[in-house]
């Protein structure tokens, strides 16, 4: 499978009714999409089912820009998972220490800085706000993206 029917597997999930949801919709409106890559030798693996916080501790000692989204395994076919990843400064290409995996990876998903990753778990005291689809919480980070002061209402 190339790459282009790799990225072909976003849109399919997508046209379902997966692709309704509020920050799915908003991901495919916004987001990039990104073919898994290499491990960078003597890449230390993270711990399993921690994809935001390997990815975090990552930013946080190398300065690899963060990402938030969905991640497929595409042997598992249209089934994403919320997921958080890095990206290599000089290339732009996914470093992902939760998945080895390889180019077997796909992604859609935004870049966050650490400014705007810690307001938006500071409004809502988690990390991967991407994940559970909630709107009030798509609206918490479009104001943050955005740079807009958040209203009381």
Known sequence: MNA????????QTLAGPYGALPFTDYLRRNGNRWVGSAQPPGMKEGLQKQCFRNAWQLRLSHGFPYCEGYGWDIKLGALPFSHAW???PKTGR????????GSRAIYLGIQLSPKQLMNIIDLTERFGVLQNG???????????L???????E
């Open 4 to 11: 282009t029917q790799q990225l072909d597997l976003i849109d």
């Open 86 to 88: 890095n990206l290599c």
């Open 94 to 101: 996914v470093i992902d220490a939760t998945w080895n995996i």
């Open 134 to 144: 909630r709107e009030e919480d798509l609206k918490l980070v479009e104001h943050v």
């Open 146 to 152: 955005a740079s807009r002061p958040i209203t009381a």
